[in-house]
């Protein structure tokens, strides 16, 4: 049986907060049985440290502060960008966050080009306004990184859920899918200079999106409680003698009571969930690569999201070969192993 293929860990601080998480109560269930079989005590949860993401000031990526006088609106209004010059300067335009930043910005650079018309504007305001396009266009790489590490809904979701998800679903999944494939289609039309799609495209949409479901930070903590009781699980496990617990050419009983553990609790209760984790990981951790690979917000991602993966993988193998070894030191004759 293929128990898991991939999965992440990130060493963090986690309160498991009591019996009502799903993760926990499972694994207490899961713990109990095993001690009543094999009398192993299971020692206190480690803590696992949490690295804290970069800061805001240290990620934002700089842009110029080129905008047009409110003095040029008349002429302006002949090409149509008035309105959304006039937005940007107004009381609530001088403090746009970062998405609403992104998309004038995009807004821009599609309805300037009628503006750039020779002869429609003095040679001044045109020289002006050819200026500020360019700027604006080599600034909206920068827009767009800034977006995708400085948006608070963003950084949510790179930090654990006080709640992790139920052992059986993933509710929001689908709604953070869809999400994460806007913000890579709107970062495919900014590659290509598309700007009359891009301007049609929102941000913001996403974002709520993402806000609204939770997944991801609720990803997080499920997996990151499931890393810590495994850890603490092996760490009991490997003090068990096995071949004393099971003196081969005796007779004992324990088979069929771990064989009701293995398949009344670790297989459909915490293999199976883990299984549901990986295949998530499965479908968005493309999706973050894709968006965060040219930011410098990746290396702490992939320490949060794909470095520890092997960490994980190495303590699930661990289970696994533990239960296997017990399969065989206590089977009895005919018996058929489970935990391949």
Avoid at 21 to 31: I, L
Avoid at 53 to 70: D, G, K, M, N, T
Avoid at 297 to 305: C, E, I, S, V, Y
Wanted: glycine share 4%.
């Amino acid at each position: 049986m293929n128990i898991w293929r991939t999965l992440f860990l990130l060493p963090i601080l986690l309160s498991l907060s009591s019996c009502s998480d799903p993760v926990q109560s499972v694994w207490a269930d899961y713990q109990t049985r095993l001690s009543r079989v094999t009398s192993v005590e299971f020692p206190p949860v480690a803590s696992l440290p949490l690295t804290s993401l970069p800061s805001i000031s240290q990620l934002r990526q700089p842009v110029a502060e080129l905008e047009l006088s409110l003095l040029n609106m008349l002429a302006l209004r002949r090409c149509g960008l008035d309105q959304l010059v006039g937005e940007r300067n107004s009381s609530l335009g001088k403090v746009q966050s970062v998405s609403q930043r992104f998309r004038y910005e995009s807004k821009f650079l599609q309805q300037v080009q009628p503006c750039l018309r020779p002869g429609l504007l003095s040679t001044e305001l045109s020289d002006q306004l050819q200026l500020v396009s360019q700027r604006k266009r080599i600034d909206l790489p920068n827009q767009w990184i800034n977006l995708l590490m400085l948006d608070p809904t963003l950084r949510q979701q790179w930090q654990p859920a006080a709640e992790g998800l139920p052992l059986s679903g993933q509710p929001g999944l689908t709604e953070s899918l869809q999400a994460l494939h806007q913000l890579q289609r709107i970062q495919q039309l900014l590659e290509k200079e598309q700007w009359q799609a891009l301007s049609e495209q929102n941000a913001e949409d996403a974002l709520a999106l993402l806000y609204q479901s939770g997944y991801l930070s609720r990803w997080l903590h499920s997996v990151f409680s499931h890393l810590r009781l495994l850890q603490q699980t092996n760490s009991a496990l490997e003090q068990l003698q096995i071949a004393q617990f099971c003196p081969a050419g005796k007779a004992h009983g324990n088979q069929e009571k771990l064989q009701g553990v293995l398949t009344q609790v670790f297989i459909p209760r915490i293999q199976q969930p883990l299984a549901q984790l990986d295949g998530a990981y499965q479908q968005f951790w493309p999706l973050l690569s894709a968006l965060y690979q040219q930011s410098p917000l990746w290396p702490a991602l992939q320490q949060r999201f794909d470095q520890p993966l092997q960490d994980l993988k190495q303590q699930l193998h661990v289970h696994v070969a533990w239960w296997q070894q017990v399969q065989h030191q206590c089977a009895t004759p005919g018996a058929a192993s489970s935990a391949n």
